[in-house]
């Protein structure tokens, strides 16, 4: 495999994360005219909710089925489009019947295109002999901040959701179809650094063993960033006491440290090591959340937030990576396509978690669940080793790979 083949197969991967992030952030930052214009009640939202990311589970259970007999970049290839023809769907419905189907078939393909892009990113840093899985997950924060500058846009001018919609699938839909034609498949073998001789099988009950830490990591990152998400303006505004306005900056600066956290990431992984950089991250974390709680302010509350930012996105990209390095080879499409699961677990039980202990409890009380939560990957940071514990470098072999 030429070096062009693996850059090729790097930026057209970058694409699909960045694509992803636009189509995700202009669905949920648009729920509000999702919801007026099919007449959802507040009592059915959450269950409209709650089945997108349970189905997304059911979609990557699904494509570790089909990783067995067709290539990842094969499910990519096709699942991306789909999520963009659904989001399309889901603008441009009348009926109610209409937008359930549409938000159905959104999840599941969402499930199988988490799964396969990170298979893909698994396999291409394999091949890199470095870290670079950050870099990947930077590109979808990234889609993430246009998205929702896209969404703002047409709430801003009252545009209807399929005419909001339809330009950005116009655009991205041909640029990601013509793109995969330079994914790279991985098909390496070789024993894990993570002393999993032959490559563990991540079906097994052992190799299940090796995997729960990571799972446990994936969805306690995961309910710290669903906390961020839905709770982070209602905490400015109602708990801290700043303006609605003021109340809608937490969020943006979260997602803004997470570009720049994730951009710079692979630098630290390559250089200290992926434990150490989990360790700091999860370290981080936790401060932010133990500043959250104790804030007098809204300055001292955006300070937490900010760190929350910092310390959390450098965790999923590196719990992947690792799966890769535990699981080598074939195995590892397997290791990510559960681990993956465990990130809509993380989501489904951080909001409403969080919401029933500031009900009973008291908001501040509750943002200590999440600290203590996060501060368990200091646990499992062992997890994230490579054989000389610094990913990159040359101390891991590439992998043989095809072009998908």
Same mark, same amino acid.
């Given at each position: 495999?030429?070096?062009?083949?693996?850059?090729?197969?790097?930026?057209?991967?970058?694409?699909?994360?960045?694509?992803?992030?636009?189509?995700?952030?202009?669905?949920?930052?648009?729920?509000?005219?999702?919801?007026?214009?099919?007449?959802?009640?507040?009592? *059915?939202?959450?269950? =409209?909710?709650?089945?997108?990311?349970?189905?997304? #589970? +059911? /979609? %990557?259970? !699904?494509?570790?089925?089909? &990783?067995?007999?067709?290539?990842?970049?094969?499910?990519?290839?096709?699942?991306?489009?789909?999520?963009?023809?659904?989001?399309?769907?889901?603008?441009?419905?009348?009926?109610?019947?209409?937008?359930?189907?549409?938000?159905?078939?959104?999840?599941?393909?969402?499930?199988?295109?988490?799964?396969?892009?990170?298979?893909?990113?698994?396999?291409?840093?394999?091949?890199?002999?470095?870290?670079?899985?950050?870099?990947?997950?930077?590109?979808?924060?990234?889609?993430?901040?246009?998205?929702?500058?896209?969404?703002?846009?047409?709430?801003?001018?009252?545009?209807?959701?399929?005419?909001?919609?339809?330009?950005?699938?116009?655009?991205? *839909?041909?640029?990601? =179809?013509?793109?995969?034609?330079?994914?790279?498949? #991985? +098909? /390496? %073998?070789? !024993?894990?650094?993570?002393? &999993?001789?032959?490559?563990?099988?991540?079906?097994?009950?052992?190799?299940?063993?090796?995997?729960?830490?990571?799972?446990?990591?994936?969805?306690?990152?995961?309910?710290?960033?669903?906390?961020?998400?839905?709770?982070?303006?209602?905490?400015?505004?109602?708990?801290?006491?700043?303006?609605?306005?003021?109340?809608?900056?937490?969020?943006?600066?979260?997602?803004?440290?997470?570009?720049?956290?994730?951009?710079?990431?692979?630098?630290?992984?390559?250089?200290?090591?992926?434990?150490?950089?989990?360790?700091?991250?999860?370290?981080?974390?936790?401060?932010?959340?133990?500043?959250?709680?104790?804030?007098?302010?809204?300055?001292?509350?955006?300070?937490?937030?900010?760190?929350?930012?910092?310390?959390?996105?450098?965790? +999923?990209?590196?719990?992947?990576?690792?799966?890769?390095?535990?699981?080598?080879?074939?195995?590892?499409?397997?290791?990510?396509?559960?681990?993956?699961?465990?990130?809509?677990?993380?989501?489904?039980?951080?909001?409403?978690?969080?919401?029933?202990?500031?009900?009973?409890?008291?908001?501040?009380?509750?943002?200590?669940?999440?600290?203590?939560?996060?501060?368990?990957?200091?646990?499992?940071?062992?997890?994230?080793?490579?054989?000389?514990?610094?990913?990159?470098?040359?101390?891991?072999?590439?992998?043989?790979?095809?072009?998908?």
């Amino acid at each position: 495999m030429t070096d062009a083949r693996l850059r090729h197969g790097r930026a057209s991967l970058g694409l699909s994360f960045f694509a992803q992030g636009v189509a995700f952030a202009l669905l949920v930052t648009r729920l509000p005219a999702v919801q007026e214009r099919y007449g959802i009640s507040d009592g *059915l939202l959450p269950l =409209f909710l709650a089945a997108v990311p349970m189905l997304a #589970g +059911v /979609g %990557s259970v !699904a494509t570790e089925v089909l &990783v067995k007999r067709i290539r990842p970049s094969v499910v990519l290839r096709w699942s991306q489009p789909v999520v963009l023809l659904a989001l399309l769907w889901v603008g441009g419905g009348s009926e109610l019947w209409q937008v359930a189907v549409a938000l159905g078939v959104f999840g599941v393909a969402v499930g199988a295109l988490d799964a396969s892009m990170n298979m893909l990113g698994v396999s291409l840093q394999w091949a890199y002999g470095r870290s670079i899985m950050l870099g990947f997950h930077a590109a979808y924060s990234l889609g993430g901040i246009v998205g929702a500058s896209l969404a703002w846009v047409g709430a801003r001018w009252d545009l209807a959701l399929f005419v909001s919609y339809l330009p950005v699938a116009a655009v991205l *839909l041909p640029v990601v =179809f013509v793109g995969s034609r330079w994914f790279v498949d #991985g +098909v /390496g %073998s070789g !024993a894990s650094a993570g002393g &999993v001789e032959g490559g563990g099988k991540a079906g097994a009950s052992g190799g299940f063993r090796l995997l729960l830490p990571l799972c446990l990591v994936m969805t306690f990152a995961y309910i710290g960033d669903a906390t961020v998400s839905n709770w982070s303006a209602k905490y400015l505004e109602d708990v801290l006491g700043s303006s609605e306005q003021t109340a809608t900056l937490p969020y943006n600066v979260y997602m803004v440290t997470t570009l720049v956290g994730r951009t710079v990431g692979d630098f630290g992984v390559r250089r200290f090591g992926a434990v150490a950089v989990v360790r700091a991250g999860a370290l981080l974390a936790a401060g932010g959340f133990a500043v959250v709680a104790g804030a007098p302010g809204v300055g001292v509350g955006m300070l937490g937030f900010t760190m929350l930012g910092f310390g959390l996105c450098v965790i +999923v990209p590196q719990t992947f990576a690792a799966a890769g390095r535990i699981f080598p080879g074939a195995a590892s499409d397997a290791a990510v396509a559960r681990l993956n699961v465990f990130n809509y677990v993380g989501f489904l039980v951080g909001a409403p978690l969080v919401g029933a202990l500031g009900d009973a409890w008291s908001y501040r009380g509750a943002m200590l669940v999440p600290m203590v939560l996060v501060l368990v990957t200091l646990v499992y940071a062992r997890s994230f080793a490579s054989g000389s514990d610094r990913y990159g470098g040359g101390h891991e072999r590439a992998r043989t790979v095809d072009v998908g």
